[in-house]
């Protein structure tokens, strides 16, 4: 997995560097439909079991035709995340994850 950054980093300036434990803020795009932020927060589950079901935001675009699902993780480390984006993924519901 790649973090993708639009900031511009100084020449030798390193990306900042994530330290694990930590909270995890995740946005899921996909299809507005009934049931996409319960299959988001099932996939979420088996990744972070600790996944606080009360903080979780969805909004739906202007014309209702997408759903975004926000929601805080506790990270464990990046073998974790890689595995709870490819997860995402392969639902074939979920267009992206930030």
């Known amino acids: ?3 993708i950054s639009n900031k511009k980093l100084a020449n030798g300036e390193a990306p900042p560097v994530i330290e694990f ?3 995890y803020p995740i946005k899921v795009m996909g299809k507005a439909t009934s ?7 099932d996939v979420v589950r088996r990744h972070a079991v ?3 079901l009360s903080k979780i935001s969805s909004r739906d675009s202007s ?4 759903r975004s699902v926000t929601l805080i993780i506790t990270a464990t480390g990046k073998p974790q ?3 709870l984006f490819a997860d ?3 639902t ?3 267009k992206m994850v930030i």
Do not use: H, Q, T, Y
């Not at 014309?63 to 997408?66: F, N, T």
């Open 35 to 41: 049931d996409f932020v319960e299959l988001v927060s």
């Open 81 to 83: 995340l890689e595995a």
């Open 21 to 23: 434990p930590c909270d």
């Open 1 to 3: 997995m790649e973090f």
């Open 92 to 94: 074939g519901r979920v």
């Open 63 to 66: 014309k209702g035709r997408w």
């Open 50 to 52: 600790d996944l606080d």
């Open 88 to 90: 995402l993924k392969a």
